[in-house]
Every structure is written in C-alpha cells, then in structure tokens.
C-alpha cells in the first residue's frame, strides 16, 4: 500500500501543476515511503535474529542516515547538468530500492 501512495504522489508530482497539487503530492510521497522503514526495524528480530538484532538496527540507523545526507544533494547534482525532468524517474528508482530491500528480507524469510 505504501509504494502505491508514494507512485500516486509522484504521478500527481510530475503530471499536475499547480501548488496545490505540488503540495499534495510530496505528502502522499511522504505518506507513502513512511511505512518501509518502522515495518522493516520492527521485523529485524525476525529476519536477523534477536542476537543480531541490536547490530542490525543499528546498520539500518546508519543507512537512513546516510541516505538524508547523499540523497538530496545527489538530486541537487543530477538537476544541475539534467534538469528538473529527472524527478520521477529519480523517485522510482528509490521507490524500486525500498521494494527490493522489502521483497528480498521477505523471500530471506520465508525461504529460511
């Protein structure tokens, strides 16, 4: 559910104009990628173990936090010589991160 509020929000991003329209879909982006990150640190104990659990968590802490870092100034990068029309598919491209990660932990999870 989650990658289809962030898709919606990045279509209505892209394809509208508008502030309004703007506004709401950085929220539905927001709303959408909000639900990968608690879901996959709640589920580490079941995916790594609980002796591994507390070393995981905290990769997983150190990984967000790189990714505030480097994620803007990247797009930042990629405007500067590309433009603007990059957004999207910049989006997807990390949308489609956040699902494989998600997808695999749960193939690793099922498949022991």
Known sequence: MGALVFTLG????????????LLMGFF????GSG????????D???HFGKENSQFA?????ASANIGCVVAPPLFGIITA????SMFLIY???WLAGMMIAA??????????
């Not at 639900?35 to 996959?40: A, E, H, I, K, Y």
């Open 81 to 84: 010589y590309i433009g603007y």
């Open 91 to 93: 989006l997807c491209i």
């Open 10 to 21: 990045a279509l209505i991003t892209v394809i509208t104009s508008g502030t309004v329209f």
């Open 35 to 42: 639900p990968f990150f608690p879901c996959l640190m709640q």
């Open 28 to 31: 539905l982006i927001g709303m």
């Open 103 to 112: 997808e695999s932990l749960r193939r690793k999870q099922l498949h022991g």
């Open 44 to 46: 580490t104990p079941n």
């Open 57 to 61: 968590v905290g990769l997983q802490l």
